[in-house]
């Protein structure tokens, strides 16, 4: 799709919480958590699919630190409820947009969820999500429309893709960071990085 | 089923001095349990009074700071202190008979642990040598609490309004053969059984600690049995990577209707299942 800028993104992010939670749109900031806007988990699940139908992506269906924790292993990155150093290394080289106090001292993980119910965050990840969705077609450079599903489809020479997920995206960065971060930084890696099925 | 589990304390009896009960009693969810003669659930549907008088009244110092900054909408900063109350009743109930006396609603502090997983403290735990185990939920304006005395007991219950629901939710929500689950519903009761295993998940996250963090997909509904409301789960990929001594075991939850709500609830014994 067109590139957006983070404000167009917000802009269109905070109408689709507006409407899905029945509140003036003006409620809607970066800085404030979904759930104190009054969502419920059903309303989250509708602002995904909204969110997801509208701006043509595939929302990953956890976070990236536990799509992490999976491949790395218990108590690299997380332990006791608590992130390690190497827990908010990777979450640092993950979002270095984020404000940096955020991880900052004692991070625990409730913290990182209310992290990630924060209108900010959900723009800046849709905003990151829709750099994969394509605005042309790679064969003919036409138009891409929204399909069936999570599929888009050329209008001039009707070649359809496959929107790649965000969770697919997610581990595709862990793994890559695995390699080039952590594992140099770390020595002898004591977990080789698999994911659980 | 049992009866009635935990009475409220009689108005005329030796355990009735002490702070007011705000919440009622509502054993729904917990009268398919055998074991429950150390839990109780309590149910609050509207807000007793205004709630700043409320919150003088039931919170302690730092929960009432948090309440007051909290930057919320009303609907969100009401039903906080709802389930608030009715998390303290029902630890004040659970409490009553070990302490002799009902605790006032401050001196039962609710925390959140690393995970978000509510838990009560207060100086009493110390004397008491235990720390009652705890799970909230609200929905449209009402909160229930569930409590058990024993922290060995994982306690996990949600609750959800069937009003204003679509469908949709079920394509993120559901696998495809817990799709085909609900296909097998008849279409009137199609929403409500949707619904009980959405709860069902909820429910089961809370008990253990960690709530659907894993994601929506790995707490996997197994099977359903209609006339009683179990609902069996088992744990997939991420939930698995988080309790690996689950794998392989059924999870049973527990899961009705009344009137316009829809709740599930689970107790756990730690280590029974493992």
Request: glycine share 6%.
């Amino acid at each position: 799709m067109p590139h957006m800028t983070e404000s167009e993104v917000f802009d269109k992010f905070a109408q689709i919480v507006a409407r899905s939670l029945r509140i003036d749109v003006a409620q809607v900031k970066p800085e404030v958590h979904l759930n104190d806007l009054g969502a419920e988990s059903l309303d989250l699940i509708e602002i995904s699919m909204e969110t997801e139908s509208q701006f043509h992506i595939f929302l990953p269906d956890k976070s990236i630190l536990e799509t992490a924790v999976e491949a790395f292993g218990s108590d690299i990155l997380e332990k006791d409820g608590y992130l390690t150093d190497e827990g908010k290394r990777l979450m640092l080289c993950r979002m270095p947009d984020a404000d940096a106090e955020t991880f900052q001292g004692k991070v625990a993980v409730k913290d990182l969820q209310s992290y990630f119910l924060k209108i900010g965050t959900w723009v800046r990840m849709i905003q990151g999500l829709a750099r994969y969705t394509p605005s042309e077609c790679r064969a003919c450079g036409g138009s891409m429309l929204a399909s069936m599903g999570f599929r888009m489809k050329c209008v001039q020479c009707g070649e359809e893709i496959t929107l790649r997920s965000g969770e697919e995206l997610n581990r595709e960065w862990v793994r890559e960071y695995y390699d080039k971060e952590y594992h140099p930084h770390a020595g002898a890696a004591p977990v080789p990085v698999t994911v659980v099925q | 089923m049992a009866s009635l589990l935990i009475e409220p304390a009689s108005p005329l009896g030796p355990l009735a001095s002490g702070p007011p009960l705000l919440s009622h009693q509502w054993n729904a969810p917990i009268t398919s349990w055998a074991s429950s003669d150390a839990l109780v659930c309590r149910r609050l549907d509207a807000l007793p009074c205004e709630p700043r008088a409320l919150a003088d009244l039931v919170l302690s110092y730092q929960e009432r700071d948090y309440w007051v900054n909290m930057r919320a909408v009303d609907k969100r900063r009401h039903e906080w202190l709802l389930g608030r109350c009715a998390a303290k009743d029902a630890v004040s109930l659970l409490l009553e008979k070990p302490l002799g006396a009902r605790l006032p609603h401050a001196e039962i502090e609710i925390v959140p642990d690393p995970y978000g997983r509510p838990r009560a403290e207060g100086a009493w735990s110390v004397t008491l040598g235990t720390q009652p185990v705890i799970s909230i939920a609200h929905s449209h304006g009402t909160a229930v609490a569930l409590a058990a005395l024993h922290p060995g007991q994982l306690v996990g219950i949600d609750l959800e309004s069937l009003s204003h629901r679509r469908e949709d939710y079920e394509a993120i929500a559901f696998s495809p053969d817990e799709r085909n689950l609900l296909d097998a519903i008849p279409c009137d009761l199609r929403q409500e059984w949707a619904l009980r295993m959405w709860c069902a998940k909820e429910a089961l996250g809370k008990a253990l600690g960690r709530g659907l963090s894993a994601g929506l997909l790995a707490f996997h509904i197994a099977g359903a049995e209609a006339s009683t409301g179990l609902l069996h789960l088992d744990l997939r990929s991420g939930a698995l990577a988080q309790f690996p001594r689950l794998r392989g075991r059924s999870l049973t939850v527990y899961t009705a209707r009344e009137s316009d709500f829809v709740f599930a609830a689970v107790i756990y014994q730690q280590g029974a299942a493992e």
